[in-house]
């Protein structure tokens, strides 16, 4: 129905100049111009709602997920796509195509992806009016793209970013008779406050915008029973809970693809690979070796822990504590501390990524190893299974919002120590299933307890992970039946 959206935007067009033409020949007639231009305006206009809400055997069953960021690093909206697409929805998903997706949602036959310029704004004048030029050409480019869709019966969209979606979404689904959907994973107005203050003019707007136009949706989604109890109160909005929970895909990884795993990120990280006579005589990486006899493999027995961290390097994580307190793990074993070595693995893309990548090179780390890799979305839940400990340095901006990244840690068996904010305990359980810290110095205490017997499995490290492994919860997809699907099938 690529076609609709074009009509109706020639159709908008000619009835503007329309009226105005016509306005030209009636004011010798005692009509106002203005009268007549909104008269044949909505005249035409009035066609146009027709043909936008014209419904076919297949409009029930088509769903648009749209998220105002790159589809490839916005997991949770990928498993809305096909978890749609597993109960036989048409699934159109918009976003910007920065990085890949998932190859499940690559091979999804009933899922289409439908790409969107991330627009720059003026590169030169004041901020404001760089924001406003951007927000208004992005705006009338999602207009063009929805309107442009067959008609879809709901439209789910990520929140944030929500500025200028919600709103054109919203309007969409006015003119369509779409159900909107917002997914609530934070609030926009408080990432804006990290980088330009509370006080900010800007900011300031943002909030009221979210809190004027986040009412109107037909079903709100969030990911904390706090964030459910702030936008109840606060704002308005009845939520439903839906708690971030791991994909099928992440599990504990068999050591066999850990080997090939190692192998294949050896060739472009140096921390990987074994030491020259080893590799020479045995297809060795510095965790793992294979036997040439049999070809099985196995751990090594002196390799380095394996410590991992995502990020989409923004201000809300402050990978500086990370760092210090790697210098104080180094420090550890030059003071005589029977640790191993690290070889630590902080992932992702984002704005920061080359400030603090010019920081790592600046250490003088012997025992610690840093490398950033960008990983390929198949690789990365392979990682997550092969590591010993992860990290989490979110701190929510709003203080309402969990770190999906420690979901996928947990369904992988990872324990993990993650920075303290409040509602972490929702998901993060001290002494149980990892540990919690404040600062740097406490980081590299746990880092220092938790390896202290490594590789041994009898140590905290090893407790942690049997909890993990025996308290194994709802996966994604049982999750997202029992909350969302109720929501498509209820009356609009």
């Not at 439209?155 to 997914?183: E, H, K, Y």
Request: overall charge neutral; aromatic content about 8%; hydrophobic content about 40%.
């Amino acid at each position: 129905m690529a076609p609709c959206g074009s009509t109706v935007a020639l159709l908008s067009v000619f009835s503007v100049v329309f009226a105005v033409f016509v306005s030209c020949f009636v004011a010798d007639c005692g009509v106002t111009g203005p009268g007549v231009c909104l008269a044949v305006a909505a005249g035409i206009l009035s066609m146009c709602w027709r043909g936008l809400r014209q419904r076919d055997a297949g409009s029930d069953r088509r769903v648009c997920v749209l998220v105002l960021g790159d589809i490839g690093r916005s997991p949770r909206m990928q498993y809305h796509a096909l978890s749609l697409s597993k109960h036989g929805y048409q699934v159109t998903f918009v976003g910007f195509l920065d990085s890949k997706p998932h190859q499940d949602v690559l091979k999804e036959e009933k899922i289409r992806i439908v790409g969107i310029s991330e627009v720059k704004g003026l590169r030169a004048g004041p901020k404001l009016l760089t924001y406003v030029t951007k927000t208004v050409v992005q705006s009338v480019q999602l207009l063009h793209v929805l309107l442009s869709l067959e008609l879809q019966a709901h439209i789910l969209m990520q929140n944030p970013p929500g500025l200028p979606g919600i709103a054109v979404a919203w309007l969409v689904c006015v003119l369509r008779g779409s159900t909107f959907i917002i997914d609530w994973h934070n609030y926009g107005y408080t990432i804006m406050a990290l980088s330009l203050g509370a006080s900010h003019p800007l900011v300031r707007l943002a909030k009221r915008y979210e809190h004027l136009l986040g009412p109107l949706a037909s079903h709100s989604l969030c990911v904390t029973n706090a964030m459910k109890d702030d936008l109840q109160k606060n704002w308005g909005v009845e939520a439903t809970t839906l708690y971030d929970r791991p994909a099928s895909i992440f599990r504990e990884t068999p050591l066999d693809l850990q080997h090939q795993l190692f192998l294949k990120m050896a060739d472009t990280q140096p921390q990987f690979r074994a030491s020259g006579s080893d590799s020479e005589e045995t297809e060795a990486t510095v965790f793992t070796v294979r036997n040439p006899g049999d070809g099985s493999v196995t751990l090594r027995s002196d390799r380095p822990a394996l410590l991992i961290s995502s990020t989409s390097w923004t201000e809300d994580e402050d990978f500086s504590i990370l760092l210090d307190s790697l210098q104080e793990y180094e420090g550890f074993i030059r003071g005589g501390a029977p640790l191993p070595s690290l070889v630590c693995v902080i992932t992702g893309k984002g704005p920061q990524k080359e400030h603090y990548k010019k920081l790592i090179a600046s250490l003088r780390l012997e025992r610690v190893k840093i490398c950033t890799p960008w990983l390929e979305a198949e690789d990365y839940p392979l990682l997550l299974g092969s590591a010993d400990l992860g990290v989490c340095l979110h701190k929510s901006s709003s203080g309402l919002d969990l770190p999906m990244k420690v979901v996928d840690m947990f369904g992988c068996c990872l324990p993990v120590c993650a920075i303290h904010f409040h509602c972490l305990q929702e998901l993060v359980e001290h002494e149980v299933n990892g540990l919690i810290f404040r600062d740097s110095a406490e980081l590299a205490q746990q880092l220092k307890s938790l390896l202290s017997q490594f590789p041994s499995s009898d140590g905290r490290l090893g407790v942690f992970r049997r909890n993990l492994r025996a308290s194994r919860g709802q996966r994604w997809d049982d999750n997202w039946d029992q909350n969302v699907l109720p929501l498509l099938a209820a009356p609009r």
